[in-house]
């Protein structure tokens, strides 16, 4: 079984659209749950982070852990095209991360 | 503030080649981690460095290895290339130890071996 899972889509919705993104694990060391944005020829960076089951918010994007079912979401309301990226699932194992291989997102207006 | 800095952006090396990447990371951050990530893997974990030290080493062969400079600067080396080290390598900066709460990456080095 693979540490992390995530399907690679691509993924294509309209404008307005909600996303839903996710991924499952089989580590339970893993201690904090990232999400990454990566624009084509740029680096990751950082979207939101939690550590505990449950739901956190900011703004348009949700990420939510069921640490239980070691599966992680994030949605994405009201999408838009500045939303067309890739997006990673991460993990925090120790000092390392450990990344899903990412979903390819496109949102056409 | 400036982010992280890697140089070179791109690279084109032979087989058997060595080759040294740079990278600067953020003012104040003392914790440098490398990346490769490629279509068929996806990004994986090489190595960290905090206050020179390496801290932890991912699964890779001895032919990958890195350093860490007084001043936070990290570079990187790949001995004796191979056509499957064509990756883009990324560099991640934070002020604590392996931080991925607050890591900041760079824009990467694309790295092709022919």
């Known amino acids: 079984q693979k540490e992390v899972e995530q399907d690679p889509g691509p993924l294509s919705v309209p404008e307005g659209a909600i996303v839903s993104l996710n991924c499952t694990y089989s580590?339970?060391?893993?201690?904090?749950f990232m999400w990454y944005r990566q624009y084509s020829r740029k680096g990751p960076e950082l979207l939101m982070y939690?550590?505990?089951?449950g739901n956190k918010e900011d703004g348009r994007f949700t990420a939510q852990v069921d640490k239980s079912s070691k599966y992680i979401s994030l949605f994405i309301r009201d999408s838009q095209p500045s939303d067309s990226a890739t997006y990673l699932c991460a993990f925090q194992a120790g000092t390392a991360l450990i990344f899903g291989k990412g979903t390819t997102l496109s949102v056409s207006s | 503030k400036a982010g992280v800095t890697q140089t070179p952006r791109y690279l084109i090396k032979t087989r058997g080649q060595q080759v040294t990447l740079s990278c600067s990371p953020i003012?104040?951050?003392?914790?440098v981690s490398w990346y490769q990530q490629t279509p068929g893997q996806g990004l994986q974990f090489l190595f960290e460095y905090f206050s020179e030290t390496q801290r932890n080493k991912g699964n890779f062969p001895g032919r990958f290895s890195g350093r860490q400079f007084s001043n936070s600067r990290s570079e990187m080396n790949v001995s004796t290339l191979e056509l499957g080290d064509s990756a883009l390598y990324l560099c991640?900066?934070?002020?604590?130890?392996?931080?991925?709460?607050?890591?900041?990456f760079g824009q990467g080095t694309r790295l092709t071996v022919v």
């Open positions: 991640a900066s934070s002020t604590q130890t392996g931080d991925g709460t607050e890591a900041f």
């Open positions: 003012s104040g951050h003392r914790s």
């Open positions: 580590n339970s060391a893993f201690q904090y």
């Open positions: 939690t550590y505990s089951s």
